[in-house]
Each structure stands twice: as structure tokens, then as C-alpha cells.
């Protein structure tokens, strides 16, 4: 008998019936993230208005194929709340002056668009975390109506922006309303918001905004709620150099690298040296939590609005950083574009949009996603592969280590500086270059030749 079979794609339960039985077939939800899948994690921060050049939800959700190409296995969504537009910048809009916890910005899409791209993240192995804005609020939120006592106010009773307290003035941020936790009706309505989108979309998690910011407090009792939900990959927008950022971090699986971006970055123009990058992996990376991960990364959102490109910001020494933010311990990070040479610093308040034209740099993040996912030395967290130091006879200039786990080796060597050099190491070995498999081999005997910003990733 001819079954007519009605497939309806979802993640989740799906139900398929047929017209001879009426039985149906469970397919299984995505697997929760584990500490496993954060070891192996490739983070893709999605800009999504300015990904294509309808900046919906839907024209994105036709980009996931090519984002998976890079071995991505979460994506974190900035904001995708409406937007304020009382005291608003520019003629969109900040993504981060947030006008209602619980809504979807109309100029991406629908909920319903925004639950398919999870679900089709999901379909693709992709984890989804959203873009949680907690310290303030834009002006026309309901809040500032319903519940003004839910934020902080000047001496003459008006609400505030918020208050860089290292100067006592304000951060400029004229766009958005600062929070008071001290109010325990506002603390737990925010918390609710956050478990609304884990129970109503799905999702796996949060990226939080100055996560420095708000009490810790707040986080234990709200991670407690989520994590009662489901397994859930939380990322810090903080570091230990934040006041309190030390105690911080314990309430996150990840939390950024900011020290060690900023020394990439001075090492290309000539203001550091290796030796500064081996002793911030001493002083600063040991200090942290082995569980927990730093991402690495040479572009995001804010410093591509305003520090710079990459190309401005490391020129000819891009890929070698790139390849160093995959070989190192911690969380490679890709912002919107890099994979596509994003050339220019996209607007921040209005629409934009770049090409998007796999090159040289697509291929390479593509070859290093491969690498990260295949090999358990370049594990982070902990998982993380052992990592070693080798030693060179430039250890001005050239950065050399080994990660190694259960047997598999990765050697990562690098010139990093704008010159021709020649030196020479102790270490020996047999391996295979990560992009060709052709054999190389390493000696204390051998003088090695490298150009400005080359790098060596072999394998064995």
C-alpha cells in the first residue's frame, strides 16, 4: 500500500504519520552542549543586520551551510530584541539599547523566523547563545513606565545612563537607562526574560554584555535556574583585569582574552615581543580556572566599529594570528566577515552589509577548523592539550610551542615580527605540515629560514 509520508522538520519531536498508521516517530533534540563540545568549540559572532543585505533572519539562516564550512559549532547572535528609539543613535538604532527582554527587532524577522534559525543551527550541529544586554535598558522599554523604580537616578530623582565608576561621569552611552540591582523585583524579572527565550526558542545559552557589571549574585541564582533547565554555554563579557573580574570568571564557562588581544596587536607594531606574549601566558592564563576558556580572537563587533579592520589593525600579520588564535589554548573566536576579508569598519547605528567572497583567508579558517575539530592537543578547558614552550634562539621573535594530548602533537612556530630571520631550537621531531601533509622534519641541527609573519603548524 503507497504510504504518503508528511515530513515537518522541527527539533524536537516530529510527528509522521502515514495514511495506513498512525504512529509516530521521535527524533531526538539536539544533544545539550558538554564540556566536551566548549573543548572543542569554535565561537561565530553573528551580526545579523549586517551579514546579507536584507539583514533578516532568513537571508542568514541561508548563510549556516557556509558558516558550518568553518567547523562553527556556536553561534552567538548579537541582539535581536526591538530596539529603543527615545534618545536613539543614528538612524537604526543600537543593538544594545534594548526596548523589550521578551521581543523580536521587526527589521530581522518574525519569532517564528527566529525559532527556524535556531532550529536549522541546530539540524546543522550548531549550538545557538543570544546576546543579553543586563545593565540597562533603552528609554522607551516598559520599564521606565511600569517600573521606573527598577533603575538608578540622579539626586533630583531623574534616571541615569550609565556611570563609568572610575571617573564618577558618564560613559556617553546617552542611548540607554543603567539598571539598579539593589532592587529585587528588577533582578528577578530579568531573570525570567532569560529563561523565557531557553524555555520558548531553545537556545543553549548566553553571551552577557559587561558582564563585569552586575552583581554576582545575580548570576548564581540566575545560572542555578537556567542550568535547572538545561546544559547551558555562558560567555562573560569580562576579564580578571575588571574590578572583581577574577571572581567573576567562576560564574562563566568563557569570558574574553581582552590582554592578550591587545599584546597580538602591539607585538605587529613593534611595541611587544614574544618574550611579553610568553609572559602573559605565565601570569595571566595560568591564573584562571583550567575549566575555564578565553577566547582568542582578532576581530568583534566593537573593535571592528572602533579600533579598526583587521587588516588595520594587523596588516600582513593576520593569518599568522589567526592561526595562533586556533593553536593556543582557549576558544577561537570569528566575528561577521573575517572569513569573507571584511575590509571595512561596519556602521554601527544604520544598515550595512560587505561581500561575501570565500579567498585565501576562508580556506584558511576553514583548514584550522578542521585542524581544531580532528585533533585532541588543541583541546581547551579541561580537556585542553599540554602546552609546552620551545625554545629558539630568538625568543624575541619567534613563538614556538607544543600541544600535546593522548598521543597527538601539534608543533605551532612563528615569526613573529616584520623581518627576515635565521635561528635555530633543540627540538626535534617528525611531522606533517597541517595544510598539505607533506613531511617536515625538525632538528637541533638545522638553521631555520622564515619569512616576515610566517607560521608553521605541523602535526604528528
Request: with cysteine; proline share 5%; aromatic share 12%.
Amino acid at each position: 500500500m503507497k504510504k504518503l509520508l508528511t515530513l515537518c522538520l522541527a527539533i524536537g519531536f516530529i510527528a509522521c504519520q502515514t495514511n495506513q498508521n498512525q504512529s509516530t516517530v521521535e527524533v531526538k533534540p539536539m544533544t545539550p552542549i558538554t564540556a566536551q563540545d566548549m573543548a572543542e568549540g569554535i565561537l561565530y559572532e553573528v551580526n545579523i543586520r549586517q551579514f546579507t543585505n536584507e539583514g533578516t533572519f532568513n537571508a542568514f539562516a541561508k548563510e549556516l551551510p557556509k558558516v558550518k564550512e568553518l567547523g562553527v559549532n556556536i553561534l552567538w547572535l548579537m541582539p535581536t530584541y526591538p530596539i529603543s528609539t527615545t534618545k536613539s543613535k543614528g538612524p537604526l538604532g543600537s543593538y544594545y539599547a534594548v526596548s523589550d527582554y521578551k521581543g523580536v527587532n521587526p527589521e530581522y524577522g518574525t519569532l517564528e523566523d527566529l525559532k527556524a534559525l535556531v532550529n536549522q543551527a541546530h539540524a546543522l550541529g550548531m549550538y545557538v547563545i543570544f546576546d543579553w544586554v543586563p545593565g540597562h535598558t533603552g528609554w522607551d522599554h516598559v520599564w521606565i513606565e511600569q517600573h521606573p523604580e527598577y533603575y538608578l537616578k540622579n539626586e533630583a530623582g531623574e534616571i541615569i545612563d550609565p556611570i563609568d565608576p572610575r571617573t564618577g561621569q558618564s560613559f556617553g552611552w546617552t542611548d540607554v537607562a543603567d539598571l539598579d540591582y539593589d532592587n529585587p523585583d528588577m533582578r528577578e524579572a530579568m531573570k525570567e526574560a532569560m529563561l523565557y527565550w531557553i524555555k520558548e526558542v531553545d537556545i543553549d545559552g548566553y553571551r552577557v554584555d559587561q558582564a563585569y557589571a552586575v552583581p554576582m549574585e545575580f548570576y548564581e541564582d540566575t545560572f542555578a535556574a537556567m542550568r535547572a533547565l538545561k546544559p547551558v554555554f555562558l560567555l562573560g563579557e569580562t576579564d580578571a583585569n575588571h574590578p572583581g573580574g577574577m571572581e567573576h570568571l567562576a560564574n562563566f564557562n568563557a569570558s574574553y582574552d581582552f590582554p592578550g588581544h591587545h599584546l597580538t596587536k602591539d607585538i605587529v607594531h613593534g611595541h611587544k615581543t614574544v618574550k611579553d606574549y610568553a609572559a602573559h601566558r605565565e601570569n595571566f592564563i595560568l591564573k584562571h580556572d583550567p575549566a575555564h576558556l578565553l577566547l582568542n580572537f582578532v576581530s568583534s563587533h566593537d573593535e571592528n566599529a572602533w579600533a579598526g579592520t583587521v587588516d588595520e589593525l594587523y596588516g600582513k600579520a593576520a593569518h599568522a594570528m589567526m592561526a595562533l588564535n586556533y593553536a593556543a589554548p582557549g576558544l577561537p573566536f570569528l566575528y561577521s566577515g573575517v572569513e569573507y576579508d571584511l575590509d571595512k569598519r561596519l556602521l554601527f547605528f544604520e544598515k550595512d552589509s560587505f561581500p561575501r567572497v570565500a579567498g585565501e583567508t576562508f580556506q584558511l579558517l576553514k583548514q584550522l577548523g578542521e585542524l581544531k575539530r580532528t585533533h585532541p592537543a588543541l583541546n581547551a578547558g579541561v580537556e585542553a592539550g599540554k602546552y609546552t614552550p620551545i625554545a629558539t634562539s630568538l625568543e624575541d621573535k619567534v613563538l614556538a610551542f607544543e600541544r600535546s594530548k593522548a598521543g597527538d602533537t601539534i608543533v605551532f612556530i612563528a615569526n613573529m615580527s616584520k623581518d627576515h630571520i635565521g635561528f635555530t631550537s633543540p627540538y626535534n621531531g617528525e611531522f606533517k605540515r597541517f595544510f598539505d601533509n607533506k613531511p617536515k622534519r625538525l632538528s637541533f641541527s638545522y638553521e631555520y629560514r622564515m619569512k616576515p609573519w610566517e607560521f608553521w603548524i605541523l602535526k604528528k
